[in-house]
């Protein structure tokens, strides 16, 4: 007995009404953020300089590419047969109540073959990770932060490493990652050396991929972004105003986001390019691999597609993109075949972690170890539980 | 030919389960007559009495589409989706000699489930004590994995095993003397 039903029915019900009196709110102030963004549409120079102020920065506003910002582009043809390079990965985080100290990350990744007929060549490649300096870096125990860029990073390089190992005189190739193309390094828990060293390693493979001229995408589902809301509720204000707005969850267009803007979409159809606000991209321009986006209508949500400018200024590789991850969504519910797949063969479930820390278990006794157990407060949660795993 | 099915993994005396990868051409027929090593004695021996997919979404949504992409077909078909083989445990061997009565120990998991050849399933069928191990499961289709099995040995003995035919029918009749209805329905499909 934990989560005693009977004690929460009056919250989720006073949570039903309050959500959908905000989804009501929101809606209602949709129309006239559309309205903005039609009157801005051809204002890209007026809006880039928006976006590079100072209260732009401070609101991370998506900053426009040339494109009418309420363009919309239906899919275009997709080539007869594409190479389509996936990777996704996942971790096991280190337990300090579990049997050994180490962690895991596992990268999964499928080349697809569009239009070959052959079943995608699949693999995933798990490490365990052991090494004292590693799994105790400054003498703590790591942080999850770290173990996430550092599978972020795992990805990249699969992505990268499968790409180029592709014969550039083959079908076309498009490389595809989950999540934003962006890596999220700039964490309290990672130390800054170790930032440094992930994000340089991290643009090293988008300069490889970038050297063999391998257009590179990361698809964000359900992206909850309002880069494009902040810019344009900037850019209605009178200059003088800018300066006092600080969060856009101030202002009157709390809450709105890109996704919802970006409704009018059609299936297939793609947004105008912007460029993401997010600081972290100043990293990323400055070697070159500056993240812009479109929205995409997968057929049943709207997904945000990131994929660095060079990709995004070269139109056929854009199109390729564009017509090649719309196309995995058409069949696949409205996401990549390819990353539902390459998720499939990363993800670590509860029953293969067991059968690991077995065989972890194993190695450690038959090297003499005294038999390694879960600490006292790990195993009374396993007695006091075990009736519930029932 | 003796062919490898898959790994036991879950097992008691009277029943065990073995998984097994889809594309495994060799996935037995139901009521064949299956071997795995054991403790206590040289092999079990079973019958096939199910063979079932686990459930899984992503097919079935691929089974949804109007023309999934041959790419996604091949791709789904080397998932590794488990078949799951159920086996009912019908006698076993030891030393060399067949015993058609339960085994004493069960098949230890992840031991490997063979096919049996002609010429066992011949020697297993040369009685028929076996019978009532099967009959006596209601909760299974153990008449038509009995009638399955025989209608096998009855081949494996070639001619049409006709003599093979009848003495089942014959032990069949006496063992199911007090159910007509069920004995006549083995029977029918046991015949030639």
């Known amino acids: 007995m934990a989560l005693e039903l009977s004690k929460v029915t009056g919250q989720i019900e006073e949570m039903g009404r309050v959500l959908a009196q905000r989804a009501g709110r929101q809606q209602k102030k949709l129309p006239a953020v559309q309205e903005l963004l039609r009157a801005f549409a051809h204002e890209q120079e007026e809006l880039r300089r928006v976006a590079a102020s100072e209260p732009g920065r401070q609101l991370r506003c998506a900053s426009p590419g040339d494109e009418p910002l309420d363009a919309r582009f239906p899919p275009p043809a997709l080539a007869e047969q594409v190479t389509l390079i996936a990777s996704d990965g996942s971790q096991i985080y280190p337990d300090r109540h579990g049997m050994a100290p180490y962690y895991a990350v596992n990268v999964g990744t499928v080349i697809f073959r569009h239009g070959s007929g052959q079943a995608p060549k699949v693999s995933s490649e798990p490490e365990l990770v052991y090494a004292e300096d590693e799994v105790y870096p400054d003498g703590r125990l790591i942080s999850s932060d770290l173990i996430s860029a550092e599978r972020d990073l795992a990805e990249m390089r699969a992505l990268a490493d499968l790409a180029l190992t592709e014969s550039p005189d083959g079908p076309p190739r498009v490389a595809l990652g989950d999540g934003s193309l962006l890596i999220w390094i700039q964490r309290a828990d990672i130390p800054e050396e170790r930032q440094e060293a992930i994000l340089d390693r991290y643009l090293g493979c988008l300069d490889r991929l970038r050297g063999a001229n391998v257009p590179v995408a990361a698809f964000v589902s359900r992206p909850q972004s309002a880069e494009v809301v902040a810019l344009l509720y900037l850019a209605h204000l009178e200059p003088e105003e800018r300066h006092q707005v600080k969060r856009l969850s101030d202002t009157g267009f709390r809450g709105l986001t890109d996704r919802a803007l970006f409704d009018f979409l059609e299936p297939g159809e793609r947004s105008a390019l912007f460029v993401r606000g997010t600081a972290s991209n100043l990293d990323f321009q400055a070697r070159g691999h500056g993240v812009a986006f479109f929205y995409l209508n997968t057929g049943t949500d709207l997904a945000r597609v990131e994929v660095p400018e060079w990709t995004a200024r070269q139109p056929a590789q854009l199109d390729l993109v564009h017509a090649a991850v719309y196309h995995q969504c058409s069949f696949n519910n409205g996401y990549p075949y390819v990353l539902t797949r390459a998720d499939e063969l990363a993800v670590i479930l509860g029953d293969e972690r067991e059968a690991l820390e077995n065989l972890i278990v194993q190695s450690l006794v038959r090297h003499g170890l005294r038999w390694p157990e879960l600490s006292r407060k790990a195993q009374q949660k396993q007695v006091a539980r075990w009736r519930r795993r029932r | ?192």
Do not use: W
């Open chain 2, 1 to 192: 030919m003796e062919l490898q099915v898959g790994r036991i993994i879950r097992s008691s005396t009277t029943r065990f389960a073995v998984g097994c990868q889809v594309l495994r051409p060799q996935v037995p027929a139901f009521g064949s007559l299956v071997k795995v090593p054991a403790v206590g004695c040289d092999q079990i021996y079973g019958l096939i009495h199910d063979v079932r997919m686990e459930d899984d979404p992503f097919v079935q949504q691929v089974a949804a589409l109007d023309s999934p992409p041959a790419e996604v077909i091949e791709d789904q078909r080397r998932r590794q989706v488990p078949i799951e083989v159920g086996v009912l445990v019908v006698g076993y061997q030891h030393q060399g000699e067949i015993y058609h009565r339960l085994p004493p120990q069960p098949p230890l998991s992840l031991d490997v489930l063979h096919t049996c050849t002609s010429e066992e399933l011949v020697a297993f069928t040369g009685q028929f004590d076996y019978f009532r191990l099967v009959l006596d499961n209601r909760d299974l289709p153990a008449d038509e994995m009995l009638a399955a099995n025989l209608r096998a040995a009855a081949e494996a003995r070639g001619g049409g095993g006709e003599g093979f035919r009848l003495s089942a029918g014959r032990e069949l009749a006496r063992l199911l003397a007090l159910d007509l209805y069920r004995l006549d329905a083995i029977l029918r499909r046991i015949r030639p």
